[in-house]
């Protein structure tokens, strides 16, 4: 693979020293003179009608400056996820929220806001609202809830009883014949959790209404554009006079704020339009947990057909997932889960429905994966399956049945590159693959095992959904470069590999290139960070800006040096002639060989000019690839599951940054851990969320991690910038079907349903003995 | 607001009590400021025992241990005499909270906050602890199991604090273990935990044996006809198989999020099984 100067080295990272030192902002940061707090009240019944709202004594509470219900807020339905902003037709956005509404769908759903001169008066003064409820019947499982006998949570559903949007259907061949030609068939249903993202940053948001009418929003959204244009929809102000920015950086986001975050933005916005004064909300950890988007949590079927020599032949999955209140990602999320799925494997004969179902639960939006994960821990659990009825290593099978360059898939664009076949080989050969079924002795109480799972992802969200990326690069008058993007970084390292795609493609030293970012003034339109698109995207239209700068730079030169610009290059920010060594010449000598960036944009200058590059691009799309291997232990006298250790082979085709890409791929890994062991989120018969505090809600801790070691199996895809595909995602793919793969080779017991958690693998080893 | 209040000595603490009725004394805060949050009711002062030098020694003989009540876990953990004599206490504090917690955290506090799941209190049972009170005019000793009274309940008057907890050291040969079954490997509130200590004979023979089980029941549970079923025998798999089941008959835990009474029953029996393995 080809060397670069600056892509495919691990430089500092931009934000190192902020972040190390503190000095890093985030919008918890921001204090604006006059600046309120705004506090939320939230619906303690999982559905009900609210009669009546009394808000007289909180606002006669000194310190109270406005408070907001479904009275004095605007009445406009909208989808607080970017999909209402990127939906194309045919296919219609669902739109099912106000920002208040006189019916509450799930417990911690929005009542009214109060602002006040801090957030002990805002909180004391939510208990003098007077609430009057009429609870309504409320349903909590998806697959009840699609029954004729329960109660429907919205009322505009047109594929049917509680079902949000459109259905997702894949086919391709004729899985019934295909079906009958198989030698071995099996089929199972699979149960997952809810998960949630527990970014460390809750969600917040800083509005401030201008005496002009220009409203400026400081916030936690990952997608500050959509943010906008969702915001100007809501309050029916031109875009022009809104501005979203992070401030710079976010605490983590994982997808819980692809457009608003929770809903911080819009109840500031609404509080302060109200006060005539700056408003702040800032959840709590609790708010966060039972009111912002969660993963989708759903049953999934997968039927898988093969041939005697383990050649699979025809798959028929199904999913349904519970999306909660409100519909948020949830006609996507189910759309992913089929692609990816039927994605990963040569399989002739192939058909997926998916759906989402409303219930009287926390709104289930985007997270990590997107639908991936689930249906991947159901797909991998099978493949396992099928492989000991065929008697055949699921190594091998693997091997065997993976998609190639080439292969036809129900995908919409090509599979242009593929390293999928090394990251299984090389993670096997890691995890010592030999050992398996060899690791215990008759009578061990502790029980090892090894498994593995695999599987791919996108690099953005078109040609589904609409996705494009701009860029602005503007050469200051001294030489040194500036990056204008709409793509937030939030803690994905976006805020370096950009300006280190951009030094690369332009031929500049790193050091002089800076990067503004995340702010609808001062970027042009980007849908921000989801899809793991941001890198491959935003990276593809840097490298678009980049060349026109470049060109302009070369024009110009080409003048000056007498030379035609094809016989021009830049390295080191020198523009010299090809063939030529570029020398740093300091010396006045004749005739002018080369010229620095720094004297181009000064003589530019002084004859009124300014190179300005514009990148505009509409991305393809690319897969990238990846097998976990993990290894557990299963104590059978306590159910406890342990994960030993976790090998991540992934193929992010070039990586422009190896550091921060093993950094997404370990913590990755460390939320797949999670999914496939400890975290979930349960509901008691009153629809409250049981697990709704750090001490309730099991992540993995610093003691919990397993060693780790991530794998980059680089690829060249021929669609991203310097060969980059999407990566951010990926991490957590296919980690829980690698772990309950072991668990199964450590026990022989198969559980369908994760968590692993040890008071279930505990009976079920009872049941079993 | 609440007034907060650093005595330099006991003394000056009880000056300090007496002036302010209805304040709280607080140790590491891991418990107190927790429950201050979670409820709102601030009491109107907070005594911090962080600088009374004599609530955060330790002392020992040869045969007792003398563990100030402001001992931090982490010390506890550092502690030689703990980890080679006590070891079901050093286990014990290996696995309570997490680093933070571990060095806030005291061994007055897990006292006295009496919770079901505190992690010391079970080999504090087995040691056969002494906990020694004070207050402004009065001095007294009590075994842990007399101290701790029900959940989150002590034999504690208003007017008295925990100054120490007093252990003695088992005779050569004892051995001791803490196993906790815990959601994850930190900051886990225990689902089921057992303390062990047991002294064999040279055949193998269990000459004493004590037991003692976390969040199996109101408080620390303690089943002498396990312990008697299993004294004069060998630990053979066998055998604790049988008394794992006058365990689990015998224990009385609540259903919560983090387990069902039911699995914390088999849990608090298999826990005997890992007696199998130690010698
Ligand atoms: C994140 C987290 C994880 C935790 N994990 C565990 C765990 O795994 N296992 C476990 O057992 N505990 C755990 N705890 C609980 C807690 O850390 C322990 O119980 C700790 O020992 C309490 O000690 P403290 O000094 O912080 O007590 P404090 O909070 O200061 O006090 C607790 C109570 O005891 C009283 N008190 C304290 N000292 C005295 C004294 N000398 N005399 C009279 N009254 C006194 C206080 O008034 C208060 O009512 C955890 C707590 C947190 C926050």
């Known amino acids: 693979m080809k060397n670069y100067n600056v892509v495919g080295h691990s430089v500092r990272r931009f934000d190192a020293v902020e972040k190390a030192t503190g000095t890093a902002t985030f919008t918890t940061d921001i204090k604006l003179p006059g600046m309120l707090y705004g506090k939320v009240l939230r619906s303690p019944h999982p559905h009900a009608r609210i009669i009546s709202i009394d808000t007289t004594e909180a606002e006669k509470m000194p310190g109270v400056k406005a408070a907001a219900t479904y009275k004095n807020t605007p009445r406009v339905k909208y989808n607080g996820a970017a999909t209402s902003m990127i939906t194309l037709p045919p296919m219609a956005p669902v739109e099912d929220q106000y920002v208040f509404d006189n019916v509450v769908r799930y417990v911690g759903d929005e009542v009214a806001a109060v602002a006040a001169i801090s957030e002990a008066v805002a909180e004391a003064a939510l208990k003098l609202i007077k609430v009057e409820y009429e609870a309504l019947p409320a349903v909590y499982d998806p697959l009840e809830a699609v029954s004729p006998a329960t109660p429907e949570v919205h009322k505009e559903c047109r594929e049917g009883k509680n079902i949000s949007g459109d259905l997702t259907k894949l086919n391709m061949g004729d899985v019934e014949k295909g079906f009958a030609e198989c030698d071995v068939v099996i089929e199972d249903t699979f149960k997952v959790p809810v998960q949630k993202q527990v970014q460390m940053e809750t969600q917040s948001a800083v509005a401030q209404v201008g005496l002009d009418g220009k409203i400026t929003v400081w916030s936690t959204t990952q997608a500050p554009h959509p943010c906008k244009m969702i915001l100007s929809k809501v309050f029916n102000i031109p875009q022009s006079k809104l501005r979203v920015l992070n401030p710079p950086y976010i605490g ?7 457009g608003f975050s929770g809903k911080a933005e819009p109840i500031a916005v609404a509080l302060s339009m109200l006060a005539k004064r700056p408003v702040k909300v800032v959840y709590t950890r609790e708010e966060d947990f039972i009111a912002s988007d969660t993963r989708h949590a759903g049953y999934i079927t997968v039927k898988l057909g093969a041939k005697k020599d383990g050649a699979f032949h025809c798959i028929d999955m199904n999913a349904t997932l519970n999306t909660g209140a409100y519909a948020s990602w949830g006609v996507e999320a189910p759309a992913v889960l089929g692609c990816m799925g039927l994605a990963v494997y040569r ?15 926390t709104p289930a939006g985007a997270m990590r994966g997107f639908g991936n994960p689930q249906g991947i821990f159901a797909l991998e659990s099978a493949v396992d399956m099928i492989a000991e009825k065929l008697g055949m290593d699921p190594v091998e099978l693997r091997l065997k049945n993976i998609i190639q360059v080439g292969d036809p898939w129900v995908l919409p664009y090509q599979c242009a590159s593929t390293g999928l076949a090394e990251c299984i080989e090389r993670g096997a050969k890691s995890i010592g693959w030999e050992r398996r079924s060899k690791l215990n002795r008759p009578g061990d109480k502790i029980l090892r095992g090894i498994g ?10 078109w040609p589904w959904f609409g996705d494009y990326s701009n860029a602005y690069v503007t050469v200051h008058q001294d030489g040194s470069v500036h990056l204008a993007t709409g793509v937030p970084d939030m803690g994905t390292g976006t805020s370096t590999t950009l300006p280190q795609i951009l030094a690369e493609a332009l031929g500049v030293e790193l050091e002089s290139v800076s990067i503004t970012f995340a702010d609808t003034q001062a970027t042009p339109f980007e849908i921000g960070s989801h899809a793991s698109r941001t890198c491959y995207c935003a990276g593809n239209a840097v490298v678009a800006a980049a060349q026109d700068v470049r060109k302009q730079l070369l024009d110009y030169a080409a003048e000056l040096l007498k030379v035609p610009p094809e016989k021009l290059d830049i390295k080191n920010s020198i523009i010299y002639i090809m063939g030529e060594t570029a020398v740093d010449c300091s010396c006045s000598c004749a005739p002018v060989r080369q010229i620095s960036l720094k004297e181009i944009a000064w003589r530019a200058h002084q004859q009124n000019k300014q190179f300005i590059g514009v990148g505009r691009i509409i991305p393809e799309n690319a897969p990238p690839w990846h097998a976990h291997l993990a290894e557990v232990e299963v104590d059978t006298e306590t159910g406890q599951v342990r994960v030993i250790k976790v090998v991540a082979a992934h193929d992010a085709g070039k990586v422009i940054n190896p550091v921060i890409v093993e950094g997404q791929i370990q913590g990755g890994v460390l939320q797949g851990v999670g999914y496939a062991i400890s ?12 697990h709704d505090a750090f001490h309730k809600y099991m992540l993995p801790t610093a003691e919990d991690v397993p060693e780790m070691e991530a794998i980059i199996v680089e690829t060249n895809e021929p669609t991203g910038p310097f060969g980059a595909k999407g990566v951010g995602e990926c991490g957590m793919v296919p980690t829980a079907p690698a772990i309950t793969n072991a668990f199964y ?20 080893l009872k049941e079993r003995a | 607001m609440m007034e907060i209040f650093f005595p330099d000595s006991l003394d000056e603490l009880w000056a300090i009590m007496s002036a302010n009725p209805g304040g709280a004394v607080m140790a590491g805060g891991t418990d107190l400021l927790v429950r201050i949050r979670k409820t709102g009711r601030k009491p109107p002062a907070l005594f911090c025992l962080e600088r009374i030098d004599e609530l955060k020694q330790i002392r020992e003989n040869e045969k007792v241990i003398f563990i100030g009540a402001y001992v931090t876990h982490q010390r506890l953990l550092e502690n030689l005499t703990v980890q080679k004599r006590l070891r079901a206490l050093w286990d014990a504090v290996s696995v309570l909270g997490s680093p933070p917690v571990r060095h806030s955290g005291t061994i007055g506090g897990n006292l006295c906050t009496a919770s079901p799941a505190g992690d010391t209190l079970p080999p504090l049972y087995v040691f056969g602890a002494e906990v020694d009170i004070r207050s402004k005019s ?16 002590t034999s504690l008057h208003s007017g008295e604090i925990v100054t120490r907890v007093s252990i003695p050291l088992p005779a050569p040969g004892t051995i001791s273990r803490y196993y906790k079954a815990g959601k994850r490997k930190a900051m886990a509130i225990t689902v089921a935990s057992m303390a062990v200590q047991a002294k064999k004979d040279e ?13 199996a029941g109101a408080t620390v549970v303690t089943l002498p006809e396990a312990e008697e079923f299993l004294r004069g025998h060998t630990l053979s798999e066998e055998r604790l198989r049988q008394a794992g089941k006058l365990v689990s008959a015998g224990v009385t835990p609540i259903d919560d999020i983090r387990g069902s009474a039911a699995y914390r029953r088999m849990v608090a029996g298999n826990l005997l099984l890992r007696l199998a393995h130690e010698n």
């Open chain 1, 252 to 258: 983590g986001g994982f997808g819980v704020r692809i």
């Open chain 1, 347 to 361: 399989i002739p004969n192939q058909n997926y429905i998916g759906r989402s179902v409303y219930t009287n639960t």
């Open chain 1, 452 to 461: 593995i799972g695999v599987g791919t992802h996108c690099s953005n969200a």
């Open chain 1, 679 to 690: 975290e979930e989120i349960r509901y008691n018969d009153k629809g409250k969320q049981l």
């Open chain 1, 745 to 764: 080779n450590a026990t022989g017991i198969r559980l369908k349903e994760i968590p692993l958690t040890q008071e279930k693998v505990f009976m079920a």
């Open chain 2, 138 to 153: 009065n001095k007294r000793s009590v075994s842990v199991a007399e101290f701790i009274t029900g959940p989150g309940r």
């Open chain 2, 203 to 215: 055949n193998g023979i269990i000459e004493l044996i004590k037991l003692a089980w976390g969040s």
